[in-house]
Protein backbone atom coordinates (compact mmCIF):
# COMPACT_ATOMS: atom_id res chain seq x y z
CA UNK A 1 0.00 0.00 0.00
CA UNK A 2 1.29 3.64 -0.94
CA UNK A 3 1.92 6.06 2.06
CA UNK A 4 1.52 9.38 1.95
CA UNK A 5 2.72 12.25 4.52
CA UNK A 6 0.45 13.95 6.17
CA UNK A 7 1.93 17.29 4.62
CA UNK A 8 1.29 15.57 0.87
CA UNK A 9 -0.80 18.03 -1.49
CA UNK A 10 -2.64 18.16 -5.23
CA UNK A 11 0.31 20.18 -7.05
CA UNK A 12 -2.88 21.62 -8.95
CA UNK A 13 -4.63 23.27 -6.09
CA UNK A 14 -2.49 22.67 -3.35
CA UNK A 15 -5.01 21.35 -0.75
CA UNK A 16 -4.05 18.42 1.66
CA UNK A 17 -5.46 15.23 0.20
CA UNK A 18 -8.35 14.12 2.14
CA UNK A 19 -8.01 10.43 2.86
CA UNK A 20 -10.89 10.12 6.04
CA UNK A 21 -13.73 7.36 5.39
CA UNK A 22 -16.24 9.37 6.85
CA UNK A 23 -15.78 12.31 4.08
CA UNK A 24 -18.78 12.36 1.25
CA UNK A 25 -17.63 10.16 -2.03
CA UNK A 26 -13.47 11.04 -0.83
CA UNK A 27 -13.71 13.70 -3.60
CA UNK A 28 -10.11 15.30 -2.62
CA UNK A 29 -8.84 10.94 -2.33
CA UNK A 30 -5.29 11.14 -4.63
CA UNK A 31 -5.80 10.11 -7.64
CA UNK A 32 -3.23 8.72 -10.48
CA UNK A 33 -3.73 9.23 -14.48
CA UNK A 34 -1.15 7.01 -16.64
CA UNK A 35 2.20 9.01 -16.21
CA UNK A 36 1.71 8.26 -12.46
CA UNK A 37 1.40 11.39 -11.03
CA UNK A 38 -1.35 12.20 -8.69
CA UNK A 39 -4.17 14.74 -8.06
CA UNK A 40 -6.86 15.25 -6.70
CA UNK A 41 -10.19 14.31 -8.91
CA UNK A 42 -11.94 17.81 -9.00
CA UNK A 43 -8.38 19.32 -9.95
CA UNK A 44 -8.34 16.64 -12.96
CA UNK A 45 -11.92 16.76 -13.83
CA UNK A 46 -11.43 21.04 -13.86
CA UNK A 47 -8.55 20.66 -16.72
CA UNK A 48 -9.44 22.03 -19.81
CA UNK A 49 -7.10 20.02 -21.87
CA UNK A 50 -6.65 16.07 -20.66
CA UNK A 51 -3.01 16.62 -19.73
CA UNK A 52 -0.83 15.78 -17.04
CA UNK A 53 -0.25 19.12 -15.17
CA UNK A 54 3.51 18.74 -14.49
CA UNK A 55 4.69 16.49 -17.41
CA UNK A 56 1.73 17.60 -19.97
CA UNK A 57 1.52 13.83 -21.13
CA UNK A 58 -2.37 13.29 -22.42
CA UNK A 59 -4.29 11.04 -20.05
CA UNK A 60 -8.10 9.72 -20.49
CA UNK A 61 -10.55 10.16 -18.17
CA UNK A 62 -11.76 6.54 -17.95
CA UNK A 63 -8.21 5.51 -16.74
CA UNK A 64 -7.62 7.84 -13.96
CA UNK A 65 -7.80 5.94 -10.73
CA UNK A 66 -8.21 6.43 -6.99
CA UNK A 67 -5.33 5.76 -4.79
CA UNK A 68 -6.16 3.96 -1.69
CA UNK A 69 -3.20 4.83 0.83
CA UNK A 70 -2.23 5.48 3.89
CA UNK A 71 -0.93 8.23 6.26
CA UNK A 72 2.22 8.26 7.65
CA UNK A 73 1.99 9.58 11.07
CA UNK A 74 3.65 12.66 12.34
CA UNK A 75 6.59 11.81 14.47
CA UNK A 76 6.75 14.16 17.53
CA UNK A 77 9.37 16.33 16.24
CA UNK A 78 7.22 17.16 13.51
CA UNK A 79 3.78 17.93 15.29
CA UNK A 80 6.27 20.49 17.46
CA UNK A 81 7.71 22.09 14.51
CA UNK A 82 4.12 21.77 12.53
CA UNK A 83 1.84 23.46 15.11
CA UNK A 84 -0.53 23.92 11.96
CA UNK A 85 -0.89 19.88 12.23
CA UNK A 86 -3.00 20.02 15.41
CA UNK A 87 -4.92 22.68 14.00
CA UNK A 88 -3.41 26.35 15.09
CA UNK A 89 -2.81 29.00 11.75
CA UNK A 90 -0.68 31.87 12.74
CA UNK A 91 0.47 35.11 10.54
CA UNK A 92 2.56 32.90 8.21
CA UNK A 93 0.28 30.23 7.95
CA UNK A 94 -2.11 32.85 6.59
CA UNK A 95 0.41 34.42 3.77
CA UNK A 96 1.22 30.83 2.79
CA UNK A 97 -2.60 30.13 2.44
CA UNK A 98 -2.94 33.57 0.41
CA UNK A 99 -0.01 32.38 -1.92
CA UNK A 100 -1.20 29.22 -2.76
CA UNK A 101 -4.62 31.08 -3.50
CA UNK A 102 -2.80 33.53 -5.97
CA UNK A 103 -0.92 30.84 -7.61
CA UNK A 104 -3.93 28.13 -8.22
CA UNK A 105 -5.59 31.83 -9.27
CA UNK A 106 -2.93 32.77 -11.99
CA UNK A 107 -2.89 29.12 -13.30
CA UNK A 108 -6.65 28.58 -13.79
CA UNK A 109 -7.09 31.74 -15.10
CA UNK A 110 -3.82 31.52 -17.53
CA UNK A 111 -2.58 34.35 -16.27
CA UNK A 112 -0.18 36.75 -18.68
CA UNK A 113 4.04 36.42 -18.34
CA UNK A 114 3.54 39.93 -16.88
CA UNK A 115 1.14 38.47 -14.13
CA UNK A 116 4.07 35.72 -12.97
CA UNK A 117 6.85 38.37 -13.02
CA UNK A 118 4.77 40.49 -10.86
CA UNK A 119 4.28 37.36 -8.67
CA UNK A 120 7.83 36.19 -8.60
CA UNK A 121 9.19 39.91 -7.69
CA UNK A 122 6.79 40.05 -4.53
CA UNK A 123 7.81 36.44 -3.85
CA UNK A 124 11.35 37.75 -3.52
CA UNK A 125 10.38 40.59 -1.76
CA UNK A 126 8.63 38.62 0.72
CA UNK A 127 11.09 36.00 0.85
CA UNK A 128 13.79 38.58 1.77
CA UNK A 129 11.66 39.31 4.84
CA UNK A 130 11.87 36.04 6.22
CA UNK A 131 14.92 34.38 8.69
CA UNK A 132 17.36 33.49 5.51
CA UNK A 133 18.41 30.08 7.39
CA UNK A 134 14.86 29.24 7.01
CA UNK A 135 14.32 30.20 3.56
CA UNK A 136 17.59 29.79 2.20
CA UNK A 137 16.71 26.93 -0.62
CA UNK A 138 13.89 28.65 -1.92
CA UNK A 139 16.37 31.12 -3.93
CA UNK A 140 17.84 28.39 -5.78
CA UNK A 141 14.16 28.10 -7.77
CA UNK A 142 14.87 31.67 -9.27
Same mark, same amino acid.
Not at 60 to 66: I, N, S, Y
Given at each position: ??????????????????? !? =? $??? !??R &? +??? =???????????C %?E????? =?C??????? /?????? &? %????? *????????? =???? +????? /??? /? +?? &??? %? *????????????? $?S??????????D? %???? !?? /????????? !?
Amino acid at each position: MLVLHPSSTCDVCLDSFVL !D =A $GYP !DHR &K +APC =AIECGHVFCRPC %LESLQRR =ACPLCRTEF /DRETVR &K %LHVDI *KPLSPGERL =ARPD +AVGAI /DAV /D +AE &KED %L *KARIVSMIREGAE $GSAYQAFLQQTKDW %LREQ !DQ /DEVRHFWSV !D
